[in-house]
């Protein structure tokens, strides 16, 4: 099956509105959707262990979720961590390539919040 993903995003900056808008189309075999309410301490995202492309993630919570991304390269382990703002959405590929040309697989995603807690829909797609 192809999944055609669609987005567009506005911010005004110094009275200057910008908008940035896309698409791509992924071939995928399967895609599980759901929803997970994080709290103050990193849980892994459901499913995270499951061989997938991609996972989209949507914040429909009120307060800013961090987003742990765990990758292995061939020889350390190492985390890249982002801010998915209430509202926001995000895209995190199977496979990150440094500035140095170094591929990173993601192994785990887990997320937190700093206070309260937020729902966070994922869906992966494999």
């Not at 800013?64 to 895209?91: E, K």
């Amino acid at each position: 099956m192809n999944l055609n993903i669609q987005y567009s995003a506005s911010v005004t900056i110094d009275g200057e509105a910008r908008t940035v808008s896309g698409g791509e189309t992924i071939e995928a075999s399967n895609m599980i959707t759901g929803s997970q309410t994080i709290g103050n301490t990193y849980e892994a995202m459901a499913g995270s262990t499951l061989h997938r492309t991609a996972l989209l993630l949507y914040n429909a919570g009120s307060v800013d979720v961090a987003v742990r991304v765990g990758m292995s390269p061939s020889d350390t382990y190492d985390y890249a961590i982002f801010n998915l703002i209430a509202g926001g959405v995000m895209v995190i590929p199977k496979l990150f390539i440094s500035d140095f040309n170094i591929v990173s697989e993601v192994v785990s995603v887990a997320a937190r919040t700093s206070s309260s807690t937020a729902i966070v829909e994922y869906c992966w797609i494999s």
